[in-house]
C-alpha cells in the first residue's frame, strides 16, 4: 500500500500563486505515474496535470498550460505543483493521485489518492 500525503493548499488573490505537494511513503514498481486532480463543488473530478517518475514526461490541461507546472524529486519520493496566475475558476480540492504504466487523465484509473488540499483563489 503507498499513502500520498498533499500539502500547499490556502487562500490565494487572483493572479497570485501556490505550489502543491505530495509525498509519496514509498516508491514501487506499482506507481510510474504521478497526477494532479481536482474537483470543485458540484463538478466531476478533473485531471490538472500528470508526470512519469522516470522520464519526467508530463502532461497538462488545456486549462491550466503555461500557468502551471508538475515537477518531481526522486530522492524525496515528492511530486509538486507550481501554480501561478490563478484565477478564481482554478478555486477546488486538489488531489494527489498515482498508478502504473502511462500518462491517461480519466481519474478512474488511479489507483492511489491523497485526502486533499483545498486552494481558494478569490477575485
Known amino acids: 500500500q503507498v499513502q500520498l500525503v498533499e500539502s500547499g493548499g490556502g487562500l490565494v488573490q487572483a493572479g497570485g500563486s501556490l505550489r502543491l505537494s505530495c509525498a509519496a511513503s514509498?516508491?514501487?514498481?506499482?506507481?510510474?505515474?504521478m497526477g494532479w486532480f481536482r474537483q470543485a463543488p458540484g463538478k466531476e473530478r478533473e485531471f490538472v496535470a500528470a508526470?512519469?517518475?522516470?522520464?519526467?514526461?508530463?502532461e497538462y490541461a488545456q486549462s491550466v498550460k503555461g500557468r502551471f507546472i508538475m515537477s518531481r524529486d526522486n530522492s524525496q519520493n515528492t511530486v509538486y505543483l507550481q501554480m501561478n496566475s490563478l484565477k478564481p475558476e482554478d478555486t477546488a480540492v486538489y488531489y494527489c493521485?498515482?498508478?502504473?504504466?502511462?500518462?491517461?487523465?480519466?481519474?478512474?484509473?488511479?489507483?492511489?489518492w491523497g485526502q486533499g488540499t483545498q486552494v481558494t483563489v478569490s477575485s
Open positions: 514509498r516508491r514501487t514498481s506499482s506507481i510510474t505515474v
Open positions: 493521485a498515482a498508478k502504473k504504466g502511462s500518462i491517461v487523465t480519466p481519474p478512474g484509473v488511479y489507483e492511489y
Open positions: 508526470i512519469t517518475w522516470s522520464g519526467g514526461i508530463r
